[in-house]
């Protein structure tokens, strides 16, 4: 089964702060992404990555930034953090090759900005 | 601009009971739908997936459908389980956008004993 890891399930900051959000997956999967999920709101994509180094914005990118060092590693930046970015944060992963391929999702972390 | 609508929002049900979980989208060209269940506190988990020449899929006591036509889809959930209550999302994935989808809201459905 493929498994995707996120590092805190549960994390509080401070305004200002510099944010780090970490995403590991054990299945060599070359695509993973970064979501941020809110009442009503559904699933927003911020950035994805399909390769080492390589980035794309998503749809609401504003504010985050992102680092793909390693194959299994996928990182999410909030360089300032505000008080709108209170929000579930969900990462995946996906084999690159089949359209059809389901993304595998880790348990999310709750980041609250105070 | 592609959307993805879900109703209704929440539904309550007693164990035992059937319901359907409705979605309805705007997006194109069309690729694939699928339906993804997300329990409390977890990420979502892949149900069913269904092309454009697939009207109907089955995961256990759950059964999608497609009508490409009319751009609807639904997911039916039969003899119910209080371990189906969760969050049902639906989405739409359009051809040629590599890794966009395009998510609804989802539906919050509780299974009461």
């Known amino acids: ?114 | 601009k592609n959307q993805v609508e879900q109703s209704p929002q929440s539904l309550i049900i007693l164990e035992g009971k059937n319901c359907t979980l409705q979605c309805n989208y705007t997006v194109s060209p069309f690729s694939n739908l699928r339906w993804y269940k997300q329990d409390t506190g977890r990420g979502p988990v892949s149900l069913t997936i269904m092309t454009f020449s697939e009207n109907t899929k089955s995961n256990g006591r759950y059964t999608a459908t497609l009508d490409a036509d009319t751009k609807q889809s639904s997911l039916h959930i039969t003899a119910s389980q209080l371990s189906d209550s969760a969050s049902y999302i639906c989405v739409v994935s359009a051809q040629n956008a590599g890794n966009m989808l395009t998510f609804g809201g989802g539906t919050r459905l509780m299974v009461k004993p």
């Open chain 1, 1 to 114: 089964d493929v498994k995707v890891t996120q590092s805190s399930r549960y994390l509080v900051k401070r305004t200002g702060e510099k944010v780090f959000l970490e995403c590991v997956q054990d299945m060599d999967h070359e695509n993973m992404f970064w979501y941020r999920q809110d009442p009503g709101l559904g699933l927003r994509l911020i950035y994805f990555s399909y390769d080492v180094k390589m980035k794309e914005k998503g749809d609401i990118p504003e504010g985050y930034s992102v680092s793909r060092e390693k194959k299994e590693r996928f990182s999410l930046i909030l360089e300032s953090a505000s008080t709108n970015q209170t929000s579930m944060y969900l990462c995946a992963s996906k084999v690159f090759s089949g359209v059809n391929q389901p993304q595998h999702f880790g348990d999310g972390t709750r980041l609250s900005i105070l």
